[in-house]
């Protein structure tokens, strides 16, 4: 069975400052999606990114970056030079391919609050 | 850009009401899905559905049932409401067509209350 922990449940920081938010999978499917979610105090699921197994490669938009790294199973989001419009929900995702349903499971979440 | 809309942000009912959440999107998707989120849990699954009149349980549909009737509407039911069904309920839609049917585009939700 597949398995997203977030082990932070809230963070705070204060504006200008970069935070990681940790998340770590558990699967048995060697293709496999992962994203990250944000979800703002409007409610809606916000979608980041997606990353296959297969794609080891670490990304980065603005002041957004993601390292993925298989050895250690986790899939980190840090944001550089926090904004206070960067406070929300962030969820963790995993999707696996065999079955066909790709239904995600969603890790609990970690709440970022930045203080100006 | 893919739009899912909730028929609701806020609902207040009263225990024992047959409430409708209505969730529509209109990008031809073919899966739709109703989660629920509520704090500290993140969020389950409740019902999806790959195709119109088609409908599988997820991990909580006890209390819940749903409808598609037509390919862009999904609806949850709860045929009788009561408080612990106090929650947040998302709904999303993806497309085998899009490449990326793993990923899946929320609604803005629905914040029910039931007293």
């Known amino acids: 069975a597949q398995k997203v922990t977030q082990a932070q449940t809230e963070i705070s920081v204060v504006e200008k400052e970069d935070v990681t938010l940790d998340c770590v999978y558990e699967?048995?499917?060697?293709?496999?999606?992962l994203f990250w979610y944000k979800q703002p105090p409007s409610g809606e699921l916000v979608f980041l990114i997606r990353r296959n197994s297969f794609d080891e490669q670490n990304e980065i938009s603005g002041r957004y970056s993601w390292n993925f790294q298989k050895s250690t199973s986790s899939f980190n989001f840090t944001i550089t030079a926090s904004q206070v419009v960067d406070s929300a929900v962030y969820f963790c995702a995993l999707s696996e391919a065999s079955g066909g349903s790709y239904i995600p499971t969603f890790g609990r979440g970690t709440s970022l609050i930045v203080h100006p | 850009d893919v739009k899912v809309t909730q028929s609701s942000r806020y609902l207040v009912k009263r225990t024992g009401e047959k409430v409708f959440l209505e969730c529509v999107q209109d990008?031809?998707?073919?899966?739709m899905f109703w989660y629920r989120q509520d704090p500290g849990l993140g969020l389950r699954l409740i019902y999806f559905s790959y195709d119109v009149k088609m409908k599988e349980k997820g991990d909580i549909p006890e209390g819940y049932s749903v409808s598609r009737e037509k390919k862009e509407r999904f609806s949850l039911i709860l045929e009788s409401a009561s408080t612990n069904q106090t929650s947040m309920y998302l709904c999303a839609s993806s497309s085998p067509r899009t490449g990326h049917q793993e990923t899946q585009y929320f609604g803005p939700g629905t914040r029910l209350l039931v007293l």
């Open positions: 990008m031809d998707h073919e899966n």
């Open positions: 699967t048995r499917d060697t293709t496999y999606y």
